[in-house]
């Protein structure tokens, strides 16, 4: 990618974050991630076409243009944390997103970070993914290596945690949460 194509790219995600809360590519994975989909599946419940959610997914596209996929998104969103919290099963899930597929609704995408769960405490897995978004909106995986790699000799703890949440897995990253509550 050239100079020009990654400002291009730098500023789309930069879009997306005023827009829709985050980058598109960190909220996609975390749909894809939450509901156990695919690219393929995802684009199917949203109502786009595989190379149009790529396209929203790397930076190449910054706005989704349809105002009921804008909605799609949100439902998933929020079927994605009522499977985390546990209030939603597996099969419940694959089910509405069936719904979710022939919805039509809003135009309004807002920050799930700021709503609630059903349960009213948030989960650890959803706790590890937004740390996880966090980072991962500030830099890209590469860089919070380097970052990480610096801070080692020194604050190896706070190397550990970059590694970990900045460009680890999120089972991985659960599993330090939880050995480091007490």
Do not use: C
Request: glycine share 8%; no cysteine.
């Amino acid at each position: 990618m050239d100079a020009a194509q990654q400002e291009t790219t730098a500023r789309a995600r930069e879009l997306q974050r005023n827009w829709y809360g985050e980058p598109l590519g960190a909220l996609f994975r975390r749909l894809i991630d939450d509901l156990g989909l695919n690219q393929a599946r995802l684009a199917g419940v949203l109502g786009l076409s595989a190379p149009m959610l790529s396209q929203l997914m790397s930076g190449q596209r910054a706005k989704i243009g349809n105002p009921a996929v804008v909605q799609r998104v949100q439902l998933l969103q929020e079927l994605a944390g009522q499977v985390a919290d546990g209030s939603v099963s597996a099969a419940e899930a694959t089910d509405r997103m069936d719904e979710i597929k022939k919805s039509q609704g809003g135009s309004v995408l807002t920050n799930t970070s700021q709503t609630p769960l059903s349960s009213g405490a948030p989960t650890v897995k959803r706790v590890v993914r937004e740390i996880q978004s966090l980072l991962r909106s500030v830099a890209a995986a590469g860089d919070i290596i380097d970052a990480a790699d610096s801070l080692a000799p020194t604050h190896p703890e706070l190397a550990e945690f970059l590694r970990v949440y900045g460009a680890g897995r999120t089972a991985d990253a659960v599993a330090h949460y939880e050995a480091h509550q007490n």
